[in-house]
């Protein structure tokens, strides 16, 4: 299957900084979204990108399309301890979405 | 706001068990998802479902697997032998078209003993 190389795999930050997070693959997607998984619960989608070069956001989440289509970051501004838990893009190739091995990340406040 | 929803939440399972996981989708959702989660790694595709009949399948997707669409609104992944290694969640997901957003469920915790 195709892999989309996350990054950083962990994190660990103090309250109130941001985060930035990407996503790349050799292979050239038509949409990246990004999930965010609770431990026990299934993902919820945060934001999705349609279009190379689209730049979304969604309250203190902004995500990128990369120009290449093969990339995409996620930044979050002003961390809470509620934005705990593993973020994952998938991108999809026809009807199957792949998924990212995952960033896992911990809000120290 | 609309939500796919999963039975059961968790089964325990002895191993060689069929077992069967259920999924309302979102209603006016046309493509269907099975995903599925090993604990501490990543969401694998396992299939997808349109028109009802699966349009693509993954290498996990094997004999053992199969998905029906036996009504309007329920969505289905039957395991006919289970394995120890088929202990995972287990997401059914949906999506309005093709390569569009796929919204998942809360997930039904499989173990098998």
């Known amino acids: 299957g195709q892999q989309l190389n996350q990054s950083p795999q962990s994190m660990f930050i103090q309250e109130g900084e941001d985060v930035s997070m990407n996503c790349t693959s050799s292979?050239?997607?038509?949409?990246w979204l990004w999930y965010k998984q609770d431990p026990g619960e299934g993902p919820v989608l945060l934001i999705a990108?349609?279009?190379?070069?689209e730049l979304t956001s969604n309250g203190r989440l902004t995500a990128q399309f990369g120009i290449t289509r093969k990339d995409s970051f996620l930044n979050i501004s002003a961390s809470i301890p509620s934005d705990v838990g593993i973020y994952f893009c998938?991108?999809?190739?026809?009807?199957?979405?792949?998924f990212g091995t995952g960033t896992s990340l911990t809000v120290i406040p | 706001e609309p939500e796919v929803t999963q039975t059961p939440s968790h089964q325990v399972t002895q191993m060689g068990q069929e077992v069967i996981l259920r999924c309302v989708p979102i209603?006016?959702?046309?493509?269907f998802y099975w995903y599925r989660q090993i604990l501490g790694q990543k969401v694998e595709f396992l299939v997808s479902?349109?028109?009802?009949?699966?349009?693509?399948k993954s290498e996990i997707f094997d004999d053992q697997f199969s998905v029906e669409r036996p009504d309007g609104s329920n969505f289905t992944l039957k395991i006919r032998s289970t394995k120890l290694e088929d202990s995972a969640m287990y997401f059914c997901?949906?999506?309005?078209?093709?390569?569009?957003?796929?919204?998942f469920g809360e997930g039904s915790w499989l173990t098998v003993v």
């Open positions: 998938a991108s999809n190739t026809g009807n199957q979405f792949y």
């Open positions: 479902f349109y028109n009802n009949e699966i349009s693509e």
């Open positions: 209603s006016n959702h046309l493509y």
């Open positions: 292979s050239i997607f038509n949409t």
């Open positions: 997901a949906s999506s309005w078209t093709s390569g569009n957003t796929i919204y």
């Open positions: 990108l349609y279009k190379a070069g």
